[in-house]
């Protein structure tokens, strides 16, 4: 059987729908720091890790989503994390409850996206993330408590990302709601929308299945350093 799209979900985005965005050496692809730490490779032979290592700026990760686990050469890279990821497909159902307008983000928001992610950690998220796709969020009383966006776009499929409430807003079915309008914008462009979520997270996968999506495969999820760069030090905890 030939490999899904979504198996590889980086290395698809990145040479179909997001090729544009591709920084490329040789077999080693990556988005741009400033976009996102995401990065794949052609296969796991030692010319592929010596491409992709040369992609990589100093204190910067390479984070991977990857069918087997990512066993690079010790000599150039550190593992700074390795886990698994829960990929899950399906057009989330709308909110019953009565909800605050959703509002499309723009550039101008970005400070306090970037302060709402630093606050709930739904994972990467750089500067010029937003540009990626359609975000939304909620507002009340002037401050930001609860976004969603699009990211990764590989083949037919779109990622729902940034899936992130303030805990002061939570139980209020804000996600829900920023979830499936950001679906239904995705499935009105005849795309499928997709997520990941660490396999750990019971919690939010748990209100992905409620909502009707269905888990598709697990996926492992490694972010490498530079040997001697000292990330897992850096890294937020």
Not at 107 to 115: G, Q, Y
Not at 174 to 180: C, D, P, R, S, W
Not at 203 to 227: D, E, W
């Amino acid at each position: 059987m030939s490999p899904h799209s979504l198996d590889r979900p980086i290395w698809t985005a990145l040479t179909t729908r997001h090729e544009r965005l591709a920084e490329i050496n040789g077999p080693a692809r990556r988005y741009p720091s400033d976009i996102a730490p995401f990065a794949d490779m052609e296969d796991f032979s030692s010319a592929s890790f010596a491409a992709l290592h040369e992609l990589m700026r100093p204190n910067e990760p390479a984070v991977m989503f990857t069918p087997d686990p990512v066993v690079p050469p010790s000599d150039m890279f550190d593992i700074v994390l390795a886990a698994t990821g829960e990929q899950m497909v399906g057009l989330p159902a709308a909110a019953a409850a009565p909800m605050p307008p959703l509002i499309s983000l723009t550039a101008d928001d970005v400070p306090a996206m970037a302060e709402l992610v630093a606050l709930t950690n739904p994972g990467p998220f750089a500067a010029r993330t937003h540009t990626l796709g359609n975000f939304l969020g909620i507002k009340i009383g002037g401050r930001l408590v609860a976004m969603t966006g699009e990211r990764m776009r590989p083949d037919a499929y779109t990622e729902m990302t940034a899936v992130c409430v303030h805990p002061e807003f939570r139980g209020r079915g804000f996600a829900q709601a920023l979830l499936a309008a950001v679906s239904q914008a995705i499935v009105a462009r005849d795309e499928i929308p997709f997520l990941h979520v660490f396999s750990d997270n019971a919690s939010a996968i748990a209100l992905y299945k409620r909502q009707g999506m269905k888990a598709r495969r697990r996926l492992h999820v490694t972010v490498l350093g530079r040997a001697g760069d000292n990330l897992q030090e850096k890294m937020p905890h």
